[in-house]
């Protein structure tokens, strides 16, 4: 699924957020986008879904269009972009009052009309791939961060969506978790899934990336393939950001 941004900008009062961006991600791709913090990465994914407005440009996923100034709550083109593109969130966002089983069934359910045996069976197949067949009646306070995260992984694939964007879904995990989850993420990539992922996993970036591209300041100021941008960096910012993050 191909997704194309022309121009976005986005303002909070006088501060611009994002400033006239521009990218193109194929279909299949998997983009790691990096850089400083307030950079403006988080805001650019939230436009992509249409969970943001923006105030310029356009961005097209697939056959839809996003258009500038107009609120995408409950918006047929952003709901049609949702079912595309599953977004997860660092902080998990699972249901507290659901098991693992019911929080992946949930959508299925209400916006597929699955019947209740068919988005159970589909729940457990995802609960089975991200290795939590065993917790699938454990509620989220149960649940470890990494166990947390896997299931929020599959409760996006429970819509079949064509990619994921992934906003630091391995910030708040220690090193062990941060694995079990990448790992979900680099098989989802053999897919063929469309991946962007917001994140500060260097060595993900490296290993699992087709491209990296960096943001700051609200703009893209280097984009290229991982061994390109990482080893050898051309931007100053992407020089100073990289040698503070790997001190």
Known sequence: MRVVINGVTKRFGDHRVLDRVHLTVDGGQTVALIGPSGAGKSTLLRSINGLNR???????VGSH???????HHGCPVARQVRRLF?????DFQLFPHLTALQNIMEAPRCVLNLSKDKARRRAME??????????ATAYPLQLSGGQKQRVAIARAMAMSPRGLLCDEITSALDPELK???LSV???LKRDGLTLILVTHEIGFARRAADRVVVLADGKIIEDGAPTQVLDHPQAPRTQQFLSQLLA
């Open 54 to 60: 923006f105030d310029e440009g356009e961005i097209h």
């Open 185 to 187: 993420l680099e098989d």
């Open 65 to 71: 269009t996003l258009l500038p100034n107009r609120s």
């Open 86 to 90: 599953g977004m997860i969130f660092q």
């Open 126 to 135: 995802l609960l089975d791939r991200v290795g939590l067949t065993d917790r």
């Open 179 to 181: 694995n079990e989850v």
